[in-house]
């Protein structure tokens, strides 16, 4: 089992670039998570899906943000164009439908600064 | 909606001491999960304890228990012999059951360990 996997681990671009995050989840998970980690707001809940199809993207702070999972093994979160208050770390998760009991496993986070 | 309270940002104990972090929390739901993550500097999301919602019996995972007051919709983590590895953000957090299932975190609070 080699996790969930993020890339990049640090992104640092300017300002009104394109940003595009990736996220690999564990084999046999359906559930994917997209959170934001800021020191003034905590882990926010972006958007999150269940067998590919975004269930919840109540969360995702506006248009220039948008995520996709086009199959089972692979999710993206794009930012365009990006600005300096999106600087935060972005983290993936994943966990297996109808265990509600087990734990989000995390991906490692991609540190995001835009200059 | 569901909502995670910690209100203490920041704590700090003796090492071989005893703490407790408070959470708190507000659902509608009768049915649900409780965990505490541990966020070392490294920024891996690390599962420290989970509670099921339904069982009365406080969890326990070596040094860490919790004290669960469903009544209250309160869950603290005591950690006892503290350890300087202990060292990190603590994040209290809140899964629902069902289709439409997500966890919620608090803001979380940052514990040191003094030697």
């Known amino acids: 089992d080699a996790g969930v996997i993020q890339s990049p681990r640090h992104e640092v671009t300017e300002m009104g670039q394109e940003v595009t995050l990736r996220c690999k989840p564990i084999?046999?998970?359906?559930?994917l998570f997209w959170y934001r980690q800021t020191m003034m707001r905590g882990l926010e809940l972006l958007i999150y899906f269940n067998n590919n199809v975004p269930i919840d993207d109540s969360g995702m702070p506006e248009d220039r943000f948008s995520a996709k999972m086009p199959n089972a093994s692979f999710s993206t979160l794009k930012i365009q164009p990006s600005e300096p208050r999106d600087s935060a770390v972005y983290f993936c998760?994943?966990?297996?439908?109808?265990?509600?009991?087990?734990?989000?496993?995390f991906g490692n986070g991609t540190r995001l600064t835009v200059t | 909606a569901q909502t995670v309270t910690q209100s203490q940002p920041e704590m700090s104990v003796q090492e071989a001491e005893t703490v407790t972090l408070s959470c708190t929390y507000d659902t509608s739901e009768s049915n649900y999960y409780l965990f505490w993550y541990k966020q070392p500097p490294s920024r891996q999301m690390i599962l420290v304890i989970r509670?099921?919602?339904?069982?009365?019996q406080n969890a326990t995972e070596n040094r860490f228990s919790v004290n669960f007051q469903k009544a209250a919709k309160s869950f603290s983590l005591k950690i006892s012999d503290s350890q300087l590895g202990d060292t990190a953000m603590y994040f209290c957090?809140?899964?629902?059951?069902?289709?439409?299932?997500?966890?919620?975190f608090g803001k979380g609070i940052t514990l040191s360990v003094r030697p």
């Open positions: 084999s046999g998970h359906d559930y």
């Open positions: 509670q099921e919602a339904y069982k009365q």
């Open positions: 957090a809140f899964r629902t059951t069902g289709a439409n299932s997500k966890l919620t």
């Open positions: 998760a994943s966990s297996r439908q109808g265990f509600w009991n087990s734990p989000l496993h």
